[in-house]
């Protein structure tokens, strides 16, 4: 059974830092690509980004790009979420989900099948 934890999410103000973990409780998820989606109250989920099972290749929503960074510990398991520069409208719940398709990157929640159970990120002003 493939479970992902996320953690790491909290209060913070605008401006601030913030590293999200994804736990994987799966031996070959290195075999997958992993992305990160998030929703605001009221708002559809959307996509963050996304890193290929080798971390070679890496995708950012252009909300995002240049302030997130993910990245992948294929020893020790984590994928993470690094969000430097946190706006207000950052604020949302984060999931981190496995895709188990051929593509690198996949960007729509239909092409991954396993997901968390979400970790809260508030950015205050």
């Known amino acids: 059974q493939v479970q992902l934890v996320e953690s790491g999410g909290g209060l913070v103000h605008a401006g601030d830092s913030l590293r999200l973990s994804c736990d994987i409780s799966f031996r070959t998820f290195t075999l997958y690509a992993m992305g990160w989606f998030r929703q605001a109250p009221g708002k559809e989920r959307e996509f963050v980004g996304a890193i290929s099972w080798n971390g070679a290749n890496l995708i950012y929503a252009d909300s995002v790009q240049g302030r997130f960074t993910i990245s992948r510990d294929n020893v020790k398991g984590p994928v993470h979420l690094q969000m430097n520069s946190l706006k207000v409208e950052d604020t949302a719940v984060y999931y981190c989900?496995?895709?188990?398709?051929?593509?690198?990157?996949?960007?729509?929640?239909?092409?991954?099948?396993?997901w968390g159970q979400g970790t809260q990120v508030t950015v205050s002003s």
């Open positions: 989900a496995m895709s188990p398709g051929n593509l690198a990157t996949p960007a729509r929640p239909d092409e991954y099948i396993h």
